[in-house]
């Protein structure tokens, strides 16, 4: 006989997905994304708290220096 289960996962995310239909519920994909951003960046969950990281070390990272390296590799037909 199986044990019941005290947690169910997949009922979990369906009522997350539900609550955040209803929360986004004639909002633009824009708006979404703005307040998925402000809550990010005001949140102390571990996941807010790994973005802010992340985001923070590509800010540091110099964007032109890719596009560079990338010409370099770049040989003249000769």
Do not use: H, N, Y
């Amino acid at each position: 006989m199986k044990k019941a289960k005290k947690f169910d996962c997949v009922r979990c995310k369906d009522e997350i997905q539900a609550k955040l239909t209803r929360e986004w519920r004639g909002l633009t994909d824009e708006q979404i994304r703005q307040r998925i951003r402000r809550k990010l960046a005001t949140s102390q969950a571990p996941i807010a708290k790994l973005w802010r990281k992340l985001a923070a070390r590509d800010e540091k990272r110099p964007k032109a220096a890719g596009a560079r390296r990338a010409k370099r590799r770049v040989r003249s037909p000769a």
